[in-house]
Nanobody
Framework: QVQLVESGGGLVQAGDSLRLSCAASRSIFRIYSMGWYRQAPGKQRELVARTFNGGSTNYADSVKGRFTISRDNAKNTVYLQMNSLKPEDTAVYYC???????????WGQGTQVTVSS
């Protein structure tokens, strides 16, 4: 089991940047994947970015080139650097982890990101 706590959300203007942090309760060195999802009002939760133990990453088309996911294994923390934010990025952002490729998901409580026009 792993507990995940997100932070770093807030209210910003279009074009601004934010960095979200996800602090894990245990070492993430051996965790298969860590990722970020988001859910806007009235919409389904969607994958934003995911990173794997080998260093590979996967991004939603809507954020590719603007968002960057990274790990700091020494700090048991995963980050999501969000640049050139758009109003459509407004959502609750959730940290996600899989301990193995066939393991169930663990989720954080979410952090609100609001981007004004």
């Amino acid at each position: 089991q792993v507990q995940l706590v997100e932070s770093g959300g807030g209210l910003v203007q279009a074009g601004d940047s934010l960095r979200l942090s996800c602090a894990a309760s245990r070492s993430i060195f051996r965790i298969y994947s860590m990722g970020w999802y988001r859910q806007a009002p009235g919409k389904q939760r969607e994958l934003v970015a995911r990173t794997f133990n080998g260093g590979s990453t996967n991004y939603a088309d809507s954020v590719k080139g603007r968002f960057t996911i990274s790990r700091d294994n020494a700090k048991n923390t995963v980050y999501l650097q969000m640049n050139s934010l758009k109003p459509e990025d407004t959502a609750v952002y959730y940290c996600n982890s899989k301990l193995g490729d066939s393991s169930p998901d663990y989720w954080g409580q979410g952090t609100q990101v609001t981007v004004s026009s």
